[in-house]
């Protein structure tokens, strides 16, 4: 239930198996496979990319606060493992997830207000003449695919509650916090659950070294850090590293969390599957190309008159 | 997930084309047969329903009614009370709370389709009244106190507050089992992204409304239920309101005005409360709002709930009634009062009141709370008048047989 992850429907109805994802999106796309052939899309992570970034753009003038923005892009995520991308236009989409999602974590705006910063951020992809009702039709569409299952649990929560045990600094809070973030732009939060997510973002914050500004920086190393991760966590014990030898020694706080991961029942194969999940979806990132991810959206919202 | 109903179009473009808009992929008409209207609120209305395909039981269907501009009806955005609401009981589980079966979007409009309860507690009291007043049993009150306090401690385990508990929010199925209703004001305390008070300004039909809430706090905490379900305990036993005051309106700048008459008659019973007893009494933003009341005969005695509670649950021994409430004895005023405590931090939590030795002493609590009655409670009403729940254009009047105590004031000049 709310407080309870374990008999929460985020987890007995929306974590899958990868492969179960993958099944899911096959069937999506062989539902009408002309409609796919005829409008190319990008890989899954650079739409998540993108529709990450319209859901900040319209959260920052909106004032939406970061959770209900994360909120708002499961939402999203959701959404699109129930229904074809190529039937709904995305701009819609997004804007009735953070129009939702704003009810849902208790800091409401005015549908108006949505719509009207909708028309003014997207100008000619979204363009209706009663722009309002359509945003409460589609809340209506996004609510009854995702069967009314609105509460999401968040890493946030786990982090706030573990940062203490780990001592960690504000720098790698706001590191592991900022790396929190980014796994909405991933699958992980349809694989994982939100402990999990956190003790990934935790212990890649403690391995990447506290001075760098940013994942983004670090992100030119992403295979170091998945080594060094596997290796930190390798030293409890509890798996073999591949390839690099142990004993490269670990800082304190990533001995601690290792060795409390070895204590508790946590699955810490669950854990490496993340961090080599965000690894790599890091490392896709700095392929991601906006234009082209924007013009691709835009030609079948425009061709199937999806902004009418 | 639903029984097909195969729709004229591609079945997938259901979305948000110019030319389709939003379908359903199941007919509320299709999967329930209307069997009668129960009642109708600000919200919508409630039917009676059974399954068209075999499903057990009896449902009851609550509609919210859309928003109209003008003729035409419009998606106007689903307020956020009933998104609360959807959101919650589809994440909702357990055996003192009304079960949830699917919620249906169709045609505007959201239905929710609700296990069916033959009974609530403001039918239960009210049957009571008539033809003249007789005590609910002793077991009755025991253990539909036990069930509610169940119901409430699993809301409050899940961060949950339910900020509306009344007699008409409490359902009695046929079986005995209390189930509590109408989520429609909860939410979730875990981590509000807003003061509580940001949100809805005033909560809580005025007679259950805690000491606290009429002081102006701003911090909502479980215990604002826990006194809303001693007020239920007292109307348990004495088949009335304890605390029936009138509410003061909202003046026309829109502020909250102090509502006077109802903690005056909190003040009746309870006496005034008193700063060493509730040490952030002094914090509250109508404190001195309390000078103005009038204390009953002895401010320094304190309370005369003891003296209410007696002769309240001996009343009825006078006349020798087998079923006297007099078998509650001191452990029932014990539970009360730790109820209808004046500091909220120190009132009973859900948890502590389930451990209470009200519920260990005396009879064994039944969870059938009508095991051993004899007589029958009537049915609940279902008129006849509107059995097409499709028509979305009828005026929300009210038709229920049961007053309905969501307006006292109505009810008082009645």
Redesign the interface.
């Known amino acids: ?4 992850y374990w ?3 985020q987890r007995r109805h929306w974590q899958f198996t990868r492969q179960q994802l993958e099944d899911l999106r096959k069937k ?1 796309e062989d ?2 496979q002309n409609l796919v052939q005829m409008y190319p899309l990008p890989q899954v992570r650079h739409l998540s990319i993108y529709f990450n970034q319209q859901v900040s753009r319209i959260g920052k003038r909106l004032g939406v ?1 970061q ?2 923005m994360a909120t708002a892009q499961l939402y999203i995520r959701r959404f699109y493992s129930k ?2 991308i190529r ?3 995305p701009y ?1 989409v997004i804007a009735t997830a953070v ?2 999602a704003c ?6 705006h005015h ?1 108006r207000l949505v719509a009207s910063e909708g028309r003014t951020l997207w100008p000619g992809m979204y363009f209706f003449s ?1 722009d ?10 996004l ?2 695919e995702m ?5 999401v649990h968040h890493p946030y ?1 786990s982090l706030t509650s573990l940062q203490g045990l780990f001592s960690l600094t504000q720098e790698e809070s706001a590191l592991a916090w900022s790396i929190i973030n980014d796994h909405y732009m991933t699958d992980l939060p349809l694989l994982f659950a939100p402990h999990i997510i956190a003790i990934m973002a935790i212990l890649l914050s403690l391995v990447l070294r506290p001075n760098t500004t940013g994942i983004q920086s670090a992100s030119g190393s992403a295979g170091t850090i998945a080594n060094a991760a596997q290796t930190a966590l390798g030293s409890a014990g509890q798996f073999k590293p591949t390839g690099e030898k142990q004993g490269s020694t670990p800082r304190t706080k990533v001995q601690k969390l290792a060795n409390w991961l070895v204590e508790s029942s946590i699955d810490i194969e669950a854990i490496v599957d993340c961090i080599q999940e965000i690894i790599s979806f890091y490392e896709v990132q700095e392929q991601y190309n906006e234009k082209l991810t924007r013009e691709q959206i835009n030609r079948f919202v425009k061709a ?3 902004d ?1 | ?1 639903f029984p097909g109903r195969r729709p004229p179009f ?9 030319n389709v ?2 379908q ?2 199941v007919r509320v008409i299709d999967r329930y047969k209307v069997i009668g209207f129960i009642s109708s609120g600000t919200y919508g209305r409630v039917y009676k329903a059974v399954g068209r395909h075999g499903q057990v039981g009896e449902f009851a269907i609550k509609k919210f009614k859309p928003d109209k501009e003008g003729e035409q009806i ?5 307020s ?1 009370s009933a ?2 609401e ?8 357990h055996p003192n709370i009304i079960k949830l079966i699917e ?1 249906i ?1 169709e045609d ?1 409009c959201i239905f929710m389709v609700f296990e069916y309860a033959e009974h609530d507690l403001l039918q239960i009291i009210h049957h009571h009244t008539q033809p003249t007043r007789h005590p609910i049993p002793p077991s009755t009150v025991k253990s539909i106190m036990f069930q509610l306090l169940n119901g409430c401690q699993y809301l409050h ?4 507050l339910h900020r509306d508990l009344k007699p008409a929010n409490i359902m009695v199925t046929s079986g005995g089992e209390v189930k509590i209703g109408d989520l429609g004001l909860a ?2 305390f ?5 003061s509580l008070f940001s ?1 809805d300004k005033v909560v809580v039909t005025i007679w259950y409304r805690a000491p606290e809430l009429l002081l102006g706090s701003r911090h909502y905490t479980p215990a604002i239920d826990m006194w809303a379900v001693g007020c239920i305990f007292a109307e348990l036993l004495s088949l009335r309101p304890i605390f029936k005051g009138e509410e003061a309106k909202m003046d026309s700048k829109k502020t909250v005005p102090f509502q006077r008459n109802q903690m005056q008659k909190i003040v009746d019973i309870m006496g005034l409360p008193a700063k060493e007893k509730w040490p952030h009494l002094v914090n509250m933003p109508e404190y001195s709002q309390l000078s103005t009341l009038s204390a009953s005969t002895h401010p320094k005695s304190g309370s005369n709930l003891e003296k209410w509670y007696y002769s309240t649950i001996n009343s009825h021994s006078a006349t020798s009634n087998p079923s006297s409430n007099a078998s509650l004895g001191a452990e029932g005023y014990k539970l009360l009062s730790g109820l209808l405590e004046y500091d909220p931090e120190r009132r009973l939590t859900a948890q502590q009141a389930l451990q209470h030795p009200f519920f260990s002493t005396g009879d064994k609590v039944s969870s059938n709370c009508f095991e051993g009655v004899k007589m029958e409670y009537p049915h609940r009403r279902v008129s006849q008048d509107d059995n097409d729940i499709r028509t979305s254009s009828l005026p929300g009047t009210k038709r229920s047989g049961l007053p309905d105590d969501s307006r006292p004031v109505k009810r008082l000049k009645e």
Request: glycine share 8%.
């Open positions: 239930m709310a407080a309870n008999e929460s429907t999506l539902e009408d606060r959770q209900a229904v074809e039937r709904t236009n819609l129009y939702l009810k849902m974590e208790e800091c409401p549908i009663n309002t009702s359509k945003l409460g039709e589609c809340e209506f569409f609510i009854s069967s009314s299952q609105m509460i929560r199937r008159g999806l009418k | 997930m591609h079945p997938a473009d259901r979305g948000l084309g110019p808009g939003y359903s992929k419009q998606y106007t955005g689903i956020q998104v609360r959807m959101a919650l009981c589809s994440e909702l589980s919620i979007l505007k385990a899940n961060w949950v939410r979730l875990n981590k509000p992204l807003h949100g």
